[in-house]
Structures are given as C-alpha cells and as structure tokens.
C-alpha cells in the first residue's frame, strides 16, 4: 500500500503520513460501517486520496497535481510492481549501505525507526537521522523511483541482494550484544527474500539467495547449546535441523546457475545432506568453493576454502594454504582468521600454538557468545597440553 | 533535474605538459561533449588551472583573510566541472560514466531556487 501511494507522492514521508491517516480514518470507518469486502484496497484507495489531499493543501497550484500522478496500471493496484520500485529505490547505491538497510527496513518492511536502532545496536535518534537523511537524499538528489531496466538489472541487483543477506545476517550473528540469534530479524529477510523471488523469478541469484537463507536458517535449532552457547557445525545436533526448511532449500538451489548466492547455497546443502558431520561430502564441498572463488573472490571465501582442504587433504596441508591465504590484508582483524587457525593447529596437535590463537581470536571477537566461547576453547587448550582434556 | 559533475584530479599544470598530452585530454573531453550534444543534453562546463593557483578567502574571527591556496590541500583537486541536465541521478551517473576523469567525479544535484 505504501509503495502504491510512494508511486503517486513521489515522497515516502508523505506518503508515510497518507498511509497513517489512512488507517485512523479506517478505524472510525469500519466501527461504523463495517469492514468492507476488500480491506485493503480501501485503505489504499484512501490513503492516495489523504495523499492527493495533502498535495493539494500543499501546492495551491492545482494543476500541477494531473503531472504528478502517474497513470494507474490497468491490473488491480499494480502493487508488485510498486513494491519492487520501492525496494530498488531503498537500495540504491548512491545510498551508503547502511541507510540502505534502514531505508528498507523502514519503508519496505515497515518497522519503527526505534526497533531499527534496537537491532543494530544505535542510539534512536542516530538511526531516526539515518533514516531522516536518506529520505532527504532520495528527494534531494532525485533518485528516480523505477525499477532498473533489464540492462540495468544486473549491476542494481547485487546492491538490493547485499541488504537482504545483511539483514539476515544480523538476525544470525549480531556483531555486538549478547543475544546470538534473533529469529524474528531472520524471518523478515527470509519474507523479503521470498517477496523479491515472487517479483522476480527470471534471476537465479534472488532464488539462490533464498536458498541460502533458508538453509541457514535450518540451523538455527541446532546453533546454540542449552547455555547458549555456539555450537560449532561439526558439533550440532543435526536431527534439531529444519527439514523443511532444508528440503525447501535443497530443491530451490538444484537448478541454478553459478553465482555467488547460488554457490553458497549449494554448499549448505551439500552439508545439510550429511546425517553425521563424518559422512559430509568435502570433495564437493571443495570444489563448490573452488567455483565460488572463481565467480565471487573474497578474503572470506578463501578462508573457508581452506578449512574445506583440511578436511580432504590434512590440517597440516589446511595450515599451509591457510598461511598464504592470512596474507591478504583485508582479513587482518578478522576473528575468524586467527580462531581457524586455532582450530588447524589443535588438529594438529599443536595445543599451546592454538591456546594462543584462539585467545586472539576471542580478542578480535565482537560477539559476547562468541567471544566467552572461544576464550574457553583457550583455555581447554592449556588443559589439553597437560594431557587431560578429551579433544 | 540540474547536477553539477565535480572532476577530481591529480594537481596537473596542463599549460606545462606536453602538447599533445593536453590535446590528447581535450579531445577527450571533446569527444564527451558530442556524446552529449548528440543525446540532446544540456550542459556547460569549464576547465580549472590547477590548484597552486588558487587563491581563498578565509574567515578569521570577525575579518576576511586572503590565504594562498586552495580550500583543502588534497592530493587531487577540482580540475574542473560540468553543469547537465538530466531527468534523475540514474541519468546523471550514466553521464558522468562518459565523462573523462582523473580519480572520481562528484555528482551534486543544484538547488533550483
């Protein structure tokens, strides 16, 4: 609805505003007359009249107003094509990424500029300014409300993707805080995942973006312990895993082409399909990160890649690639680098060396949990070198 | 709508470069505008001498100071800027795509006032 009336004010406070007065004047309407047949056609229909009424008392010059409607679509309220003009104007690149999310968050998804600030940790009034400015900018700088042409497509899509991923990602793993995991936040994601599947089901990345979504999320039961606690994937309680969410996932990834969330997707099935960690098909895993690295390099990915290569080649072989892979700079600061390496040389049988790493790891670490978790690993290790902890 | 593109450049005496390199630059600035020109955009623009040259004026206190140099010592400087007219930024990032540049351009929409 609100991107229907966005389409005609050119304006998300305005129309915002519309939306709200909308629903007041519903709640008076329906006590008295009922609630209509189609609910919420009649809230739209109302909140673009509040709109143009509100143009109106703006602009005394009325005839302007006819430029300012765009023509409706002849089917329904066009709202599909509405809500994807929305979400590719939120994530415009000329917007930094975080007001994209908020934007999104805001606009797309509906959520109070105050839980917004709740979930990434800020001030409210810093993210009520974010959010203030990129509005600001939107109209300022004219960014056009339209979705990217087909040519376009391909260079505006990736920017839309990353926020979703992102959003998901800090449901899954907040940086900061102690709550690891906020299933509400996953579940938005995954419905503006589905949203974007529904609204453009001719690109396979969107679908593998789902599809990775949804197969992380199937972890979720199995990621913390009863003291909530990290559970690491060799570790989890697989029968806790989503089957639904997994087969769900599994059946969207088969067809796709090789992309970046596609990759990523078919390398959660891949390990979503073992029963026991023991029985995980690494050869395969290898090799999908092996793709990965090809169509999307990334410190990140080349990390991965070699905790991939211990597990088929040693993690003695798994340290060397590890050390080539240590010298790219941008993973310097990264937790995960130095807990990797923690856990190769524990392998290893090299507990001290490891201790050591994993307390810089829990240095690096963000994350309340995460840092407590491996903070303890540290100290497991200076038990193991007396020989009496079971590894 | 109106955008400025803002060229930013490394500090380049073109009166003291070779010829043919300073040609070289023009025509490809040359060949922007006829890009333009052809599209049926509106633009003017101008090429800046480099920033050594500049000259700025600064508040101190109550009294107006004239400084050597410019606004911000940067390692590249306005070089120079076009004024276009386009329908959104989509447009004007696509104009600026074509348009030759040493390190970045700023795209600002001007305020219509």
């Known amino acids: 609805m609100l991107a229907t009336v966005v389409r005609l004010t050119r304006d998300v406070d305005a129309a915002q505003d519309a939306v709200q007065e909308a629903f007041a004047a519903a709640l008076d309407a329906w006590r008295t007359a009922g609630v209509p047949a189609n609910p919420g056609a009649w809230l739209t229909a109302t909140a673009r009249r509040k709109a143009v009424d509100a143009r109106r008392r703006e602009e005394s010059v009325a005839r302007r107003l006819p430029l300012l409607i765009v023509p409706e679509p002849s089917t329904g309220y066009g709202f599909p094509d509405d809500r994807l003009r929305l979400i590719f104007t939120c994530c415009h690149p000329a917007l930094d990424i975080a007001s994209r999310v908020a934007l999104t968050l805001n606009v797309v998804c509906g959520l109070p500029t105050a839980d917004i600030a709740h979930l990434f940790l800020v001030p409210e009034p810093t993210m009520a300014a974010r959010v203030t400015r990129a509005k600001r900018k939107l109209r300022a700088a004219g960014i056009p409300y339209r979705i990217p042409r087909d040519d376009e497509l391909a260079e505006r899509l990736p920017a839309v993707l990353v926020v979703v991923y992102l959003l998901f990602s800090q449901g899954h793993t907040p940086g900061r805080g102690t709550a690891l995991t906020a299933a509400d936040v996953a579940a938005r994601a995954i419905d503006l995942a589905r949203l974007l599947v529904l609204l453009l089901p001719d690109e396979p990345e969107v679908t593998g973006l789902l599809a990775l979504l949804l197969l992380t999320d199937a972890r979720r039961p199995a990621r913390l312990d009863a003291d909530g606690a990290p559970v690491l994937l060799a570790d989890q309680d697989r029968t806790r895993w989503d089957r639904e969410l997994i087969a769900e996932g599994t059946a969207l990834v088969e067809e796709l082409p090789p992309g970046p969330y596609a990759v990523q997707a078919a390398i959660a099935a891949v390990h979503a399909a073992a029963a026991r960690a023991a029985d995980t098909d690494w050869p395969t895993i290898l090799r999908l990160y092996d793709v990965l690295l090809r169509v999307h390099p990334s410190p990140v990915a080349a990390l991965a890649r070699c905790m991939a290569y211990a597990e088929v080649a040693g993690p003695a072989a798994g340290l060397d690639a590890l050390e080539a892979v240590a010298a790219d700079q941008r993973l310097a600061g990264y937790h995960l680098l130095p807990a990797a390496r923690a856990d190769l040389l524990r392998r290893s049988g090299r507990f001290d060396e490891a201790s050591r790493a994993y307390a810089e790891a829990a240095g690096l670490a963000g994350n309340a949990v995460e840092r407590e978790y491996l903070l303890s690993r540290s100290a497991g290790m200076a038990t193991a070198v007396g020989g009496s902890l079971d590894l | ?113």
């Open chain 2, 1 to 113: 709508m109106k955008y400025m593109l803002m060229l930013f450049e490394p500090d380049t005496d073109w009166t003291a470069v070779a010829p043919e390199e300073a040609e070289a630059a023009l025509a490809e600035h040359g060949v922007f505008c006829a890009w333009m020109r052809e599209r049926g955009i509106p633009y003017s623009g101008e090429p800046l001498r480099e920033s050594a040259t500049a000259t700025t004026l600064r508040r101190v206190g109550a009294e107006l100071v004239v400084t050597d140099g410019p606004f911000a010592e940067l390692k590249e400087n306005l070089g120079g800027f076009y004024i276009i007219e386009v329908k959104d930024l989509d447009e004007a990032i696509e104009v600026a795509r074509h348009c030759p540049t040493g390190t970045a351009t700023e795209i600002r929409p001007i305020w219509e006032v």
